[in-house]
């Protein structure tokens, strides 16, 4: 999975990263101070806290997880 958290830090740009934030507020796997907390970061910042905190909530909450299409 590394690979992958490398690969999306690398080349996700910081308009889809701002889009997904939004989502992840949307879908409660985030709240309103952490997504605004994210936005404010530069780009590489930004995708790791995306993609960490994508990662966690299928270790968390597999069901929502696949609700989402996040695997």
Partial sequence: MSAVRVQ?????????????????????????EEMQTAKTKP???KARDVIDTVMALGK????????????
Avoid: T
């Fill in 43 to 45: 780009r590489a910042e």
């Fill in 8 to 32: 999306f830090i690398n080349g996700v740009s910081d308009s889809v990263l701002n889009q997904l934030l939004d989502k992840l507020l949307q879908h409660g796997a985030m709240i309103n």
């Fill in 60 to 71: 968390v909450d597999p069901c929502l997880s696949r609700e989402l299409k996040l695997w």
